[in-house]
């Protein structure tokens, strides 16, 4: 009860100011790919922490993927605007909601920086909020499929992580 009524109560934010609005689409939409340009830039312009998180993220992105892919083999929650037909600040696919996908690979992003204590870490976590929120704002995520995809993160980027530790991939040393 409690993820569906703090879904409602960010949603219906939404159509109140149309610069927030507009920021909030701007962040389910287009914030995720700059981020990723962004981080790229990075591993080609930054220094060592950078290089090494932009490998960790590389390595865990497919894992998580993966464990995405898992999830929805046994669980299946429908978006917000599916259960409570409502209309959505943008175009969503039907797919299922829990875990989300944005809210997975922007916190791999922002956790990777935070393993190697990147100084870009602040930024990219407010990225990863940003993005986060702007998909239970704009009505295709519940808060609970949020959580969902930072855990996601966690565990793939663990799992990458021992996978570097068993495969001896130094250049991901801490």
Known sequence: MINKDLFF??????????IIDQLMIFGTNELI????????????KGGI??????L????????????IKGVHLFVYEPRPFV????????????????PSRHAT?????????????SKYTLPLLLVMVWISISRVYVGVH???DLIGGWATAVISLTIALQIKKILKIGFLRA
């Open 9 to 18: 109560l960010i949603f219906n934010l939404s159509g109140q100011n149309p």
């Open 33 to 44: 790919y700059l981020t990723f340009l962004f981080v790229l830039l990075l591993a080609v």
């Open 49 to 54: 922490k950078e290089k090494k998180s932009f």
């Open 56 to 67: 960790l993220i590389i390595l865990s992105l497919p894992i998580a993927v993966l464990i």
């Open 83 to 98: 259960t409570f037909n409502l209309t959505p600040l943008v175009s969503e696919t039907l797919n299922a909601a829990f």
């Open 105 to 117: 690979i922007s916190a791999v992003i922002a956790f990777a920086f935070i393993y190697f204590k």
């Open 142 to 144: 519940y808060p609970l």
